[in-house]
């Protein structure tokens, strides 16, 4: 069946980095996106993968590998500010193409 | 960046009672979206819509649930009659198409709503 799947909390250090890992399986793959979320805020867009490899965007980075259905966030020298949860979404031809979201990694950056 | 305007960010309605949500999507985007979401639960995809019909329902798309935009108003989320479960925080987005684009959605901020 379809599902994303991603780990519900990590913790990591300020100046250091964190890498939100997310899963899925789908029929029809037709792309993978990132978004933040704080507390009681609106979804942001961060990113959009749908070839595989590493996409550089400066302060996060994304990986795709669609044959193991595997994507992760990588962001680099975190500050305190971005903790947040991060939500992988992915997008299925043969689900009527909506984005079905995994539940976001709430990600908490501590001094 | 673009914005998408929900009204109203918070109501609190009595359980049976009619409610609803109204969402400004950024303006020259043509698909819109509600996803649901509890507590500290994931968002979950209801309906997307466009060029006036409904494109796409989940199975918490209950028959209770509608959805229009009428004369490109206000793209709108009624809910009638509510129920307790009907309690969350409704997200509206837009996106400008089904393609490349269309994998970025605009969130609003969202319309919490408790029903009593």
């Known amino acids: 069946g379809q599902g994303v799947e991603q780990p519900d909390n990590l913790m990591s250090v300020e100046g250091t980095f964190a890498r939100v890992n997310c899963t899925y399986s789908t029929s029809g793959f037709n792309g993978l996106s990132w978004y933040q979320q704080r507390e009681g805020h609106a979804p942001v867009f961060l990113s959009y993968v749908v070839l595989d490899g590493l996409k550089d965007s400066g302060h996060f980075s994304t990986f795709l590998s669609r044959s193991n259905g595997y994507s992760y966030l990588l962001l680099t020298e975190l500050q305190i500010k971005d903790s947040a949860s991060y939500l992988c979404a992915v997008r299925d031809n043969s689900a009527g193409n909506k984005l079905t979201f995994g539940i976001g990694t709430r990600v908490l950056v501590r001094p | 960046g673009p914005k998408v305007l929900q009204i109203p960010s918070h109501q609190i309605i009595d359980m049976g009672q009619m409610v609803t949500l109204n969402c400004d999507p950024v303006?020259?985007?043509?698909?819109f979206y509600w996803y649901k979401q509890i507590l500290g639960q994931q968002m979950e995809f209801l309906v997307n819509f466009y060029n006036g019909k409904v494109m796409e329902k989940s199975k918490l798309f209950k028959d209770q649930f509608s959805v229009e935009r009428p004369d490109g108003s206000y793209f709108t989320l009624k809910i009638q009659p509510t129920a307790l479960e009907d309690s969350a925080v409704y997200f509206c987005?837009?996106?400008?198409?089904?393609?490349?684009?269309?994998?970025?959605?605009?969130f609003g901020e969202g319309s919490r709503l408790i029903v009593v």
């Open positions: 303006s020259n985007h043509l698909y």
């Open positions: 987005a837009s996106s400008l198409d089904r393609g490349f684009s269309g994998n970025t959605l605009y």
